[in-house]
């Protein structure tokens, strides 16, 4: 098989997905209820199996601490960037600042990474986004809470962390690779059916999250200019970010393989979290539409940067 071929019959495939969750969207071929259902059976079931089984595979390395702290750092220094550009560029906008830093990791990255280079290869980007899930349930969280309710107590906070599905299935994993042996997980009598169980619902991941990221994907009029303006500021400074941690950080001072320089690009060009509108105050209605707006630019921008990236590294 050709490059050109390969190119064709691994980007194909993601765009005739987002493709049919649009003509799903449009058509009403599902109920928006529908819709939420199976957000939740991909955020509470299938991504946490994927996730689960891709940190009891892969191979635990001491340097993986750099690039947690790499990438935590980088989403706060993101943040602090927001705040200090947020009269000049987002003409005062509070929700401003959390559209700069933070990565859908969980809705786009694993289902982009997966469906490009396979899903047996995620664990490279789970490495990549273990800081960042950090920083977005202690320090993102944190702060949007606030924004909405006031102050959160460190509490509720990590309530909230422990209590996730991603979280407990990433620690789950991380837990069992150093303590059990993966032979003898997947072949001992019973364990070895809930491991290919697991390994069942993880193969639901990636064909649902591009489904609803394809309904999800909608513009509005109101802020439409200042969104897209946000979304290319954003790539704009996190791609050749993502070049240059690659070159001096990821191969240079690591030397880590082409797998995580992708799984990082991945990260960097992705969108802010989808989680943003679902924790701003009801009376916010124009900052909803124009972070609705700014969330589906930057995913179509996304798409399109990973689609360029990916013709020029069509195989790890």
């Not at 897209?228 to 954003?234: D, G, H, M, P, T």
């Not at 969330?295 to 990236?309: E, H, K, M």
Request: charged share 15%.
């Amino acid at each position: 098989m050709n490059q050109t071929s390969l190119l064709i019959n691994q980007t194909l495939p993601i765009l005739l997905l987002i493709g049919l969750g649009a003509w799903i969207r449009r058509s009403r071929f599902l109920s928006e209820t529908t819709m939420d259902d199976l957000k939740r059976l991909v955020i509470g079931v299938a991504l946490p199996a994927a996730l689960f089984l891709s940190f009891l595979e892969i191979r635990l390395e001491v340097s993986y601490l750099a690039v947690f702290g790499l990438i935590f750092v980088l989403c706060v220094g993101l943040y602090f960037f927001g705040l200090a550009t947020r009269k000049s560029l987002g003409k005062g906008r509070e929700y401003y600042p959390f559209l700069t830093t933070g990565f859908e990791y969980g809705m786009l990255g694993v289902s982009l990474f997966g469906s490009a280079w396979g899903l047996d290869k995620i664990g490279y980007i789970a490495v990549i986004a273990l800081g960042h899930e950090v920083f977005i349930w202690f320090v993102f969280l944190s702060f949007l809470l606030a924004k909405r309710d006031g102050a959160q107590s460190p509490g509720k906070l990590l309530k909230v962390f422990v209590r996730s599905p991603v979280i407990i299935a990433i620690f789950a994993g991380l837990v069992m690779n150093i303590l059990v042996s993966k032979e003898a997980l997947w072949g001992a009598p019973g364990v070895g059916a809930v491991m290919t169980a697991l390994k069942f619902l993880a193969g639901m991941t990636i064909p649902l999250i591009l489904l609803i990221v394809g309904h999800g994907i909608r513009f509005e009029e109101e802020g439409f200019g200042e969104a897209v303006r946000v979304a290319l500021i954003r790539l704009c400074i996190l791609i050749p970010t993502a070049f240059f941690l690659n070159a001096f950080f990821i191969r240079g001072l690591l030397g880590l393989g082409k797998p995580f320089e992708a799984a990082l690009f991945t990260m960097l060009i992705l969108p802010p979290p989808f989680i943003i509108p679902l924790y701003m105050r009801p009376d916010a209605v124009h900052e909803r539409r124009y972070v609705l707006n700014a969330l589906t630019i930057n995913t179509v921008l996304s798409l399109i940067a990973f689609g360029v990236y990916l013709a020029f590294n069509p195989i790890l």
